[in-house]
Antibody, heavy 121, light 113 residues
Framework: EVQLVESGGGLVQPGGSLRLSCAAS????????MIWVRQAPGKGLEWVAN????????HYVDSVKGRFTISRDNAQNSLYLQMNSLRAEDTAVYYC??????????????WGQGTLVTVSS | DIVMTQSPDSLAVSLGERATINCKSS????????????LGWYQQKPRQPPKLLIY???TRESGVPDRFSGSGSGTDFTLTISSLQAEDVAVYYC?????????FGPGTKVDIK
């Protein structure tokens, strides 16, 4: 059974940092692009970042470029999101997700349950 | 960036009746090489992650009831629930995966009338 379990969320002050993790199991993690998607409270979905199977290619939405870093450890079947210089508008539930094997351009078939990040003083 | 819009913002439909949600992309998401529309539909219920319903604009995900169907091509797409059930109350999002950054529509809330 495919499982994605996010962790690392919490309350952080503006300007602070947080590192999210996503533990993957039940599939061959190293063969999929992985994605982070977020959802602000009561709002819609926003694609945040994705990372290639070997970590050699990464893409970000403009609003997080230079502040967030996506990474992965295929030996640990884990995906990460390092979030620096956090702002109130980064407050959201953060989901990790993936879709088609070996494809950048993919729908999102599997989602974790999400972890809540709250940026507030 | 490709901007996704949806209409209506919300709708209320009687049980057993049809619900139709529209999605429009600011540029075509039809890939010329494989003639596939890079468009998906998701259902999200409160306090749950989104669930994939439709991909390639019209391919139903395994296990999704056949009352859900997707149609359209290029820039205009539709999700239809042919006979609304109580468990279909949710927010529905379209999603383009044609170009990075991948983007979602703002969502359409479906309720029972």
């Amino acid at each position: 059974e495919v499982q994605l379990v996010e962790s690392g969320g919490g309350l952080v002050q503006p300007g602070g940092s947080l590192r999210l993790s996503c533990a993957a199991s039940g599939f061959t993690f190293s063969t999929y692009w992985m994605i982070w998607v977020r959802q602000a409270p009561g709002k819609g979905l926003e694609w945040v970042a994705n990372i290639k199977q070997d970590g050699s290619e990464k893409h970000y939405v403009d609003s997080v470029k230079g502040r967030f870093t996506i990474s992965r450890d295929n030996a640990q079947n884990s995906l990460y999101l390092q979030m620096n210089s956090l702002r109130a508008e980064d407050t959201a539930v953060y989901y990790c997700a993936f879709g088609r094997e070996d494809s950048t351009y993919t729908f999102l078939k599997y989602w974790g349950q999400g972890t809540l990040v709250t940026v507030s003083s | 960036d490709i901007v996704m819009t949806q209409s209506p913002d919300s709708l209320a439909v009687s049980l057993g009746e049809r619900a139709t949600i529209n999605c429009k992309s600011s540029q075509s998401v039809l890939h010329s090489s494989n003639k596939k529309n890079y468009l998906g539909w998701y259902q999200q219920k409160p306090r749950q992650p989104p669930k994939l319903l439709i991909y390639w604009a019209s391919t139903r995900e395994s296990g999704v009831p056949d009352r859900f169907s997707g149609s359209g091509s290029g820039t205009d797409f539709t999700l239809t629930i042919s006979s609304l059930q109580a468990e279909d109350v949710a927010v529905y999002y379209c999603h383009q995966y044609y170009d990075i950054p991948f983007t979602f529509g703002p969502g359409t809330k479906v309720d029972i009338k």
